[in-house]
């Protein structure tokens, strides 16, 4: 058995449409990461709480297995489905997942989580679950100059959120977006894909000269034509090991979203030809409009998100390639919005396990204040 104790080790779980990624930090360790784990998939309203439950436990024995102590968890993370935790072996859960956005998906995840971190009623403000969007908000806690933060991810979906900050806690007082790729997810990898089918459709319905980028999409898409690109868009995606409707249309899902690495090489890689080069760009900057848009909507009429007092936080896959931040921002500042700071988080599931420990030290600093 683990010699190691409970209260000393935080969690904190970034669930996102692509993969999960867990971070373990202990306050006795100075703040310091002591454990990684990532596993797959873990959009709740994708893959199901099971699913979802499923990576999360996974990456986390993964984590466990590196802290001193726990290495006899390493092979929990290779069962199938992996097991609940044998007893409570956190003080803090912060679960910051895809697909989770109102206080019913809240309450219909809860018991999962309680059940698969050994938490009981009395361990009440242990757990905390909200959207991932949380987790890159987080950063903006420790910013004196900052009151508000607004939130846009870009992944493999998209959404907005809007907080205002409360001491070291931060209130949600906006939400945009967030409904999956049926309804929205525009400005996400798999609009920009879904924007470049369309860019190979138009040009071979106006028999125009395929370019490079046109060919490199349609090797990307494991096609020779328009033709046959239409019709694998709309067969069947299951495969002999996923064969449900939901597992056959995260699989169309992913695959229109790859497309979205070869517009952004052709957009803005070296040795790219003039003709790809301007065609990636269109593609791009339609692309990312609808974001903009968002996070103006979130802004509103600033009364009560000021951009010269808040922080951007961007979060997700798409904002790695800097050109498209640079679009962002540009067209941001054409609208007269430039925030105070503008933060690409690399790392949601470490900033998150910091704030749970700043949360905790702040908390003890005002009841020691009372006492």
Partial sequence: MPARTMPELYLCVDGGGTSVKVVIASKLEGGQVLGRGAAGPCNVKTVGPMGAITAILQATYKALAQVDGFAGYEEQANALPPPPLDRPVFKKVWLGLAGVLHQA???DFTPFAQEAFHFGAEDQGALR???????LASSCTLMPEIDSTIVLIAGTGTVGLAFKKRGVELDLVGVSGGWGYILGDEGSAYSIGRLAIRFVLEDDDRRKVGSRC????LACFGVSDAAELVDKTYSDHST???????????????WIAEAARVVFAHAFGDGIDEPSRIAALAIVADGVQ???KLAAGLVGDRSVISPSRSSLSLGGGL???PGYCELLKRSLKELGIVFAEIVVVGDAPEEGARALMAEELAAKGMNGHHV
């Fill in 105 to 107: 998906d809240i309450d």
């Fill in 290 to 292: 609808p974001l903009v």
């Fill in 214 to 217: 046109a060919d490199a999409l």
């Fill in 240 to 254: 002999s090991t996923a064969r449900s409707f939901t597992a056959a249309e995260a699989n169309r899902k992913v």
């Fill in 129 to 135: 679950i909200t959207n991932d969007g949380h987790l």
């Fill in 319 to 321: 904002w790695k390639v």
